[in-house]
């Protein structure tokens, strides 16, 4: 099942690990993967204080929920994140970089005050067509 970049000379080249669109041919399940954060299996929250590290086991969290559908994070088209802090941005990508490839999902990322508890500095829900 073809998942395709858009691009567009009528919009800036996107700044990060983000498409400006993305298509897909939908002949499969859809998959909503509500928002994961950075807890672990076993209820531990991963690298508190480290939003590098949380988003490392946001995204692993993303990757079992679509897994166990029956999909890998290539059948990832959007993504919505949901940051404490703005500046973490480049730190961010530096890791969502290891996880998508292109084409790369759509993507929105929203500065927020508080997430559901004071540790998380990020979460991630993602929208998936598996075959």
């Known amino acids: 099942m073809p998942k395709t970049q858009v691009t567009t000379t009528e919009l800036h080249t996107p700044n990060g690990v983000f ?23 076993d209820g531990s929250i991963a690298g508190v204080g480290d939003v590098r590290e949380q988003t490392r086991q946001v995204c692993e969290n993303v990757r079992a929920a679509v897994r166990a559908a029956g999909g890998t994070m290539a059948d990832v088209c959007r ?4 940051v404490r802090n703005m500046e973490d941005f ?23 005050s508080k997430l559901a508890h004071p540790d998380y500095l990020i979460e991630i829900n993602a929208i998936a067509v598996v075959p």
């Open 19 to 41: 498409s400006q669109a993305t298509t897909i041919e939908a002949t499969g399940r859809l998959v909503f993967v509500s928002g994961m954060t950075a807890r672990r299996p």
């Open 90 to 112: 480049a730190r961010i990508h530096e890791i969502r970089a290891q996880y998508f490839a292109e084409p790369l999902p759509a993507s929105t990322m929203v500065e927020v």
């Open 79 to 82: 993504v919505d994140v949901y």
